[in-house]
């Protein structure tokens, strides 16, 4: 039977290194002699070195003791208490990867003839150990040492290890007795575990430039499921239009946000497994993360984390195709980024590649905070020239007295196609959000050769983020000088009264220009004629057409001539002039 045998070289600075409180200066030299042990590179766990832990838990009155070893057979950590409570830091282990295990093993003790519990199998999952070994300890008399005491009699042992695939994250052994569980080879079993792990790792890896994200939702008092599941719809087809893939999306209810973590240790741990179970990579929250709340979360879950808003800068950086918008996009990431060095450090270890990595102001982002309050400083005089230079052509159009009509809406209502199906243009359109970022003019000419201006804008969005409405408010300025506005609405969107009600609001607090505002329900062809009638009822002033299809856009047109009639009377003729910042 192997023994367990000494190690001379292990480090001094090691012996001290108990984990537990409470503990007799007897008890703590018996935890720290357990350094100086060494098992067999190959063997789980030795029949001596079982039966020592056994008598080291009967000792302290048979509190739970947790054992880890590396590959090697070297003890790494000990702890009073389950593996659970005693789980060594994420940034403390040796091997990290979907690939692979940590290297690490688990040998605990417990009272009780039941197998390991969920709290101990979710430490291993979350540890990625090799295996985790449960000895039972039986409380009546076993073994004997010199002068009649009786020591902890290891009655039955337990193994678990993770596995690869399937519908079950781990797997449990019947009870063993210790003699067959300490012949087993470690050795064989890590190196079966982990080709079947590094299989599945590379049938996941099709698309390497992809993100895997799960998307996390807070359920916070007073908001209902409908309301819940609006936001993480809204927030898939974000991440969607960032370039990356949504795997599943994880909710909690609770008051408020933990300020540590925003959900509980508990979902936190759920998320974890998830992570490990999907090979997501990427995790996003449904709210903006404070920079502790980040390094707590991705310290947890061990993959990035980013928050709402850094999805929709990153969307915005892709995006932006001019001059103009690459400048705001900059500007917003910069402003963005400044209050989070602190959290990122200096290294700035994030960058590589991937949402919330991207876009023009990327090479900044190494730049210590002087130097990017000095580049700031430099985008605001930028965007104020561009704010100057878009209020000289709104002049130009006020002389010409053309009526302005901004198209107005909701992200992926339509706007820029509605714009190309009215003054025959190709301005890009897509069904993604945000696929427009900067304002397009295009003239319409109507009938009784009236002339008005369409102005196409960026979409809005609820909650859009503090940095893109600052950074943004040279291109926002086209809606405020309109002479009117076309509210346009995704007639087929499950939540189109909330996002009605979304820019209203946000158009309630622009120092608007006074003028007419009509509301336009788009995509009509995709929805059922009897329900729109309903609608209509509701809406009865409103438009109701189809970009796609041209049904009822003479209608529409019919009231543009009407808002050009009332505005400007003897409109005339303007010539286009290309945008200098367009280039």
């Not at 992809?210 to 939702?217: E, H, K, N, T």
Request: hydrophobic fraction near 35%.
């Amino acid at each position: 039977m192997p023994r367990v045998s000494t190690a001379s070289n292990q480090p001094s600075q090691r012996f001290a290194n108990v984990h537990g409180k409470g503990l007799k200066p007897y008890q703590q030299k018996q935890l720290q002699r357990l350094y100086q042990l060494r098992l067999p590179p190959s063997n789980l766990v030795t029949v001596e070195f079982a039966q020592r832990l056994g008598s080291i838990c009967q000792e302290l009155d048979y509190q739970p003791i947790s054992v880890y070893l590396n590959r090697r057979g070297q003890v790494i950590r000990v702890g009073v208490g389950s593996p659970f409570e005693t789980q060594i830091p994420a940034w403390e282990l040796p091997r990290q990867g979907a690939e692979r295990l940590s290297g690490i093993r688990c040998i605990t003790t417990q009272t009780g003839s039941e197998g390991p519990g969920q709290k101990a199998l979710t430490a291993m999952a979350l540890q990625r150990l090799d295996a985790l070994i449960t000895l039972s300890v039986s409380k009546s008399s076993g073994h004997l040492r010199r002068g009649g005491t009786a020591i902890g009699f290891i009655e039955r042992a337990y193994l678990a290890h993770l596995l690869p695939d399937g519908e079950s994250r781990w797997s449990v052994s019947d009870p063993l007795p210790l003699g067959i569980l300490a012949e087993q080879d470690l050795q064989e079993l890590v190196a079966d575990l982990e080709d079947q792990f590094r299989r599945q790792f590379t049938a996941r890896q099709v698309d390497l430039d992809q993100d895997r994200a799960i998307l996390v939702g807070l359920q916070e008092s007073g908001q209902s499921n409908e309301d819940l599941m609006d936001v993480l719809a809204e927030l898939g087809r974000l991440v969607e239009s960032a370039g990356g893939q949504v795997l599943q999306s994880l909710w909690q209810k609770r008051e408020g946000p933990s300020s540590a973590t925003v959900i509980g240790s508990g979902k936190v741990q759920e998320l974890a497994l998830l992570v490990q179970d999907l090979g997501a990579n990427l995790v996003v929250f449904d709210r903006e993360l404070t920079p502790s709340q980040v390094r707590s979360l991705e310290a947890a879950v061990g993959v990035r984390v980013v928050d709402r808003s850094e999805v929709i800068l990153d969307i915005f950086a892709q995006r932006a195709r001019t001059r103009a918008g690459k400048l705001q996009v900059e500007l917003a990431q910069l402003e963005y980024l400044l209050p989070r060095l602190a959290g990122r450090g200096r290294t700035m270890s994030r960058l590589g590649g991937g949402i919330g990595t991207r876009g023009p102001g990327e090479t900044q982002l190494e730049m210590e905070r002087r130097a990017i309050q000095r580049r700031i400083s430099k985008l605001r005089q930028q965007v104020q020239e561009l704010r100057n230079h878009r209020q000289r052509l709104r002049q130009r159009r006020e002389g010409s007295q053309i009526p302005v009509v901004a198209i107005v809406g909701y992200t992926n209502a339509g706007k820029s196609t509605l714009l190309n199906t009215l003054t025959h243009s190709e301005v890009y359109a897509a069904d993604q959000l945000f696929a427009t970022l900067d304002p397009t003019t295009r003239r319409l000419e109507l009938p009784d050769y009236q002339v008005v201006l369409l102005t196409d804008t960026v979409g809005f969005l609820t909650e859009l983020p503090d940095q893109l409405v600052d950074a943004f408010q040279a291109t926002l300025e086209e809606v405020t000088e309109a002479d009117a506005l076309l509210h346009v609405v995704d007639l087929s969107h499950p939540n189109w009264e909330g996002q009605i009600e979304a820019v209203e609001k946000l158009l309630d607090q622009m120092p608007l220009a006074t003028g007419p505002r009509q509301l336009v329900f788009n995509k009509i062809d995709r929805v059922d004629p009897e329900w729109m009638e309903d609608v209509r009822l509701l809406y009865p002033k409103a438009l109701f057409v189809s970009s796609t299809t041209g049904q009822n856009l003479d209608q529409l047109r019919h009231t543009l001539t009407e808002f050009a009639s009332a505005l400007c009377p003897n409109s005339s003729d303007w010539e286009e002039t290309g945008d200098p910042w367009s280039s």
